[in-house]
């Protein structure tokens, strides 16, 4: 008996690649749609991306940005969620290529994302995680954490002022709010916690290539940023390239001068590369893809050639007329989940539908307790006002209920007492670094 | 510069190794005492462990039972937390070894509690996972969750019916504990979550070798958790001992008879030893350990010739004079804890000290919503009651005021939604196990 035959097959069958924000979206938009939704994800939870890096400076436990898949679905009855990692697509055949096995679709919508990477200097990787997956961000919180500890027992003067070291590459929302983080612990959560150490002497670095912190912002709203992050005892060095990093320190190239760092914490916020789905679609369909991997997609965001294959979200190349291509930020995946699924629903029925538009409802990031920086159209804001409207939007934004109330708990507990309560070390190794002598 | 001589050295060395309920107990009931305290734990936090089978079954995360230990113990200026794993101990020159230095005492509280063991079938230890750290949780969690993911995706009935039995070892209140909410899980939080199975039809087995669960209960109140897990769809089945655990069966033996069940997931809650600091001291105090590896204290708890090392909790055989030992439970630590700090600043006065007497206010089990058994003394009770008894000790009883308020906050969401929001599956494989075919 085939349990996944039992029910007759409906007319329309459409699979969904990814369960981010582009795909989630597309999915739900679908619900009443008379079409057979399959969201396939290698993970069995939405993740909220932009709050990851409060897990990894241990504002927040995974559980709280991460909403089970099959539970946001449950009450979709024409759609299901299959825990699968697909490798491979049959354009010709209209079927996904799974590790496992194989799913034919009438409609594809692909949603994979992106994932950091290194420019060239992969073997960075290990040296200097970036900021992806729960996995990442656990990674991320044990390194910072384990660097105070080894501080504390470091009798030498200059292997300890390596140990609080902590240099970020890459300054635009994600590395500006994790210095923004870094700073408040350093100066707050952890003001009492060491005896030997004082948290405050950490050195932390935000690294940017470009010649201001958060480049898609206004020069005004940069500056603002670098005076809080200042504020917050961060070091903002702007025009600096990061040539070399090893297990003991950093290379910074800047004003054609080179300058070693010795640092033992090195975190990555810098490039940003698109899932390897893009290239699959390149070779199956003939589609071209960009410098970072992503599929340049028609004005509908379907792949040329392709009406019935999506590419939406981070691993879109999609440029509006006239305009660059738009930046891989959640409302952009968004909005193209809900116009893909409005698309279908439409040529389903036969009619017709514009091309695809984003509307900017604006931009922000955070940068510490009482401050953020936004950019809605012309208007320009910063401080706590900014605040204020990050955190409910962030909040809002949540895909889950439950979530939104645990987070809104934690940050007011934060913000009142300073306090970071997720500040566990797990994993493999969360004893400090055997030290030489 | 040596940062650790900065300070003149108190008078006296208190070196507490471990971070549970019994060693932070101990430093914390030292605050005013004229002692320099050192607790020495291989982890960042302490762990609340009676919750972490709530942590395995996605209702809490880890950082909501876990309470960094230098947080708590920040304003305590007289402690200092060391993060470091202790090997030896040097009874004649007072001294701890750790894994990357040496540590003098004039004091010495050893408190490193116990893990899970497998009666001698330690190759058991990778099919079935036991439950003490947060990794142990996390894996159960995943191994559970993976279950009904790979059923939903088993065409063959048989391969299906054995992913979605699950076997318990073990009903103490681990293993009642997990049953239940096991049996919560599959009938209500996961009801709506599958397309081509229904959670509601896993078998939940519950198998202890004693003739009814919870033994050191009362016989009425195992009877009436019995019949509640029952309700829960949970089987139980008592006076049965696991005879052999493989990737694709449990064989258990049962009157006489020898039976072998399919199943993917095995989970242990059986049999506990203790820390391996108990040979240790054995070798270099000549005191006794028992069959669990416990150490045989004096009725101060202090180790037989050594009135300056102290063994408590888990790690402790403690004797009540023409009693039975005293069993594992946080209840018994936190006491012993509170007495040994007792002990050690009366002494330092010159001052006696009575033998330690364990007060027991009671023990509980909680079986699901509503539904807890209780037994204080000579009164039993159980049902709801018992459970609303059950949550507010729970809750009073974490450590840190923000866990409360966040457990609190997911226990009430949980109990109105029958939702489990940290139901996301972490670490190395999230994917469904390869099928053969």
């Not at 699979?15 to 969201?39: D, E, H």
């Amino acid at each position: 008996m085939d349990a996944l035959s039992s029910s007759p097959a409906p007319p329309h069958r459409v699979v969904i690649v990814g369960g981010g924000f582009a795909g989630l979206y597309a999915a739900l938009a679908l619900k009443r749609a008379p079409v057979q939704v399959t969201l396939i994800d290698r993970r069995n939870f939405h993740l909220f991306q932009p709050l990851l890096y409060q897990v990894a400076t241990g504002t927040l436990s995974p559980g709280d940005i991460a909403s089970p898949l099959r539970g946001v679905l449950k009450r979709q009855r024409n759609t299901q969620v299959l825990l699968a990692e697909v490798v491979d697509v049959d354009a010709v055949q209209r079927r996904v290529v799974l590790s496992d096995g194989e799913l034919g679709y009438d409609t594809l919508i692909v949603a994979t994302g992106s994932s950091h990477h290194y420019f060239g200097n992969e073997q960075w990787a290990s040296l200097a995680p970036g900021l992806k997956t729960v996995e990442d961000a656990l990674e991320m919180r044990r390194r910072i954490l384990l660097a105070f500890e080894a501080a504390e027992r470091e009798p030498d003067a200059d292997l300890r002022r390596a140990w609080l070291t902590f240099v970020l590459v890459g300054a635009g929302p994600t590395g500006v709010e994790l210095a923004g983080a870094l700073g408040e612990i350093a100066r707050h959560t952890l003001q009492r916690d060491f005896r030997t150490i004082n948290p405050a002497d950490a050195h932390i670095l935000l690294v940017e290539v470009a010649d201001r912190i958060l480049p898609p912002f206004a020069p005004t709203l940069s500056a603002q940023a670098a005076a809080h992050l200042t504020r917050l005892g961060v070091t903002v060095l702007t025009g600096a390239r990061v040539t070399g990093i090893d297990a003991e320190s950093v290379t910074l190239h800047r004003g054609g001068a080179s300058e070693r760092l010795s640092t033992r914490t090195v975190l990555w916020a810098a490039g940003v590369a698109a899932s390897p789905l893009g290239r699959v679609l390149q070779q199956r369909t003939g589609a071209t893809i960009d410098r970072a991997g992503r599929v340049v997609v028609e004005s509908d965001c379907s792949v040329p050639g392709h009406p019935e294959i999506f590419v939406i979200g981070d691993l879109a190349c999609c440029m509006p007329p006239g305009g660059a291509p738009l930046p891989g930020l959640a409302p952009v995946a968004m909005q193209q989940g809900q116009y893909v699924a409005k698309r279908v629903r439409r040529r389903l029925r036969g009619d017709g539908c514009e091309p695809f538009r984003y509307f900017d409802y604006g931009t922000m990031a955070v940068i510490g307790r009482g401050a953020a920086v936004a950019q809605i159209r012309s208007l320009h804001f910063d401080g706590f006002l900014a605040w204020v409207a990050w955190v409910f939007i962030h909040i809002m934004r949540l895909v889950e209920y439950d979530n939104r109330v645990l987070v809104f708990v934690q940050w007011a507990m934060n913000y009142f007492t300073w306090n970071r309560g997720a500040r566990l070390m797990t994993g493999e190794s969360s004893l400090p670094l055997r030290r030489g002598t």
